[in-house]
């Protein structure tokens, strides 16, 4: 079974430009969640999606968004990007909500963004 | 504020041995989970064990064992018979009852030949 996967791999924004990250979760997997990890420190929660609704949002500013679509893969919106932007982009899908007894969360393995 | 933090930002082991990282948390909940994850430069977070706090009895796996002290709020990894491929970052990471994974900042584990 294929796992978490993220697209694109690594791309180069300029400051001011909107990016759009994507997940696909572990099939039948309904949880996805986003972090954000800055150079030199732990994953950062940004949001977490459940059955298609927003369950959970982390301390970032309006400039993020995200959404789940029907088949649960995951769109991470971010507008008029900052230098400080530039970050690993994290997905994490689970079968279950994450806090769920026995529900082990799968992280892809990331989209790297530089904003220039 | 739930917090995790690690004390130790870097740490270095000849190969063979066994090795200790240290995490303590902060939380007012009674039921949650902890993780330690492995990031090899390859980024990927990769779960090398979990431990349910209503647990008493340490989680272990294989060479992976924790050291769990609710009272303390202490979560320590041990890591025996250390090998190569096990040179990477470990985050200490708390689960918390509104599906928030909280992140130390990690310690960066350097295996030597």
């Known amino acids: 079974d294929a796992g978490v996967t993220q697209s694109p791999t690594h791309l180069i924004k300029t400051r001011g430009q909107q990016v759009t990250l994507r997940c696909s979760p572990i099939?039948?997997?309904?949880?996805v969640s986003w972090y954000q990890q800055v150079l030199g420190q732990g994953p950062q929660f940004i949001f977490q999606?459940?059955?298609?609704?927003?369950?959970g949002r982390g301390n970032f500013p309006d400039r993020f968004s995200a959404r789940q679509f029907p088949n649960y893969s995951s769109e991470l919106n971010v507008n008029a990007l900052l230098l400080g932007d530039s970050a690993l982009y994290l997905c994490a899908s689970s079968l279950h909500r994450a806090s769920q007894p026995r529900n082990t969360i799968y992280f892809g393995e990331g989209s790297w963004l530089t904003v220039v | 504020a739930q917090t995790v933090t690690q004390s130790q930002p870097e740490m270095s082991v000849q190969e063979a041995e066994t090795v200790t990282l240290s995490c303590t948390y902060d939380?007012?909940?009674?039921?949650?989970?902890l993780f330690w994850y492995k990031q090899p430069p390859s980024r990927q977070m990769i779960l090398v064990i979990r431990q349910e706090a209503y647990k008493q009895q340490n989680a272990t796996e294989n060479r992976f064992s924790v050291n769990f002290q609710k009272a303390a709020k202490s979560f320590s990894l041990k890591i025996s018979d250390s090998q190569l491929g096990d040179t990477a970052m470990y985050f200490c990471?708390?689960?918390?009852?509104?599906?928030?994974?909280?992140f130390g900042k990690g310690t960066r584990l350097h295996i030597l030949p």
């Open positions: 939380t007012s909940e009674n039921n949650y989970y």
């Open positions: 099939s039948g997997h309904k949880s």
């Open positions: 999606y459940y059955e298609k609704e927003e369950r």
């Open positions: 990471a708390f689960l918390n009852r509104d599906d928030k994974i909280i």
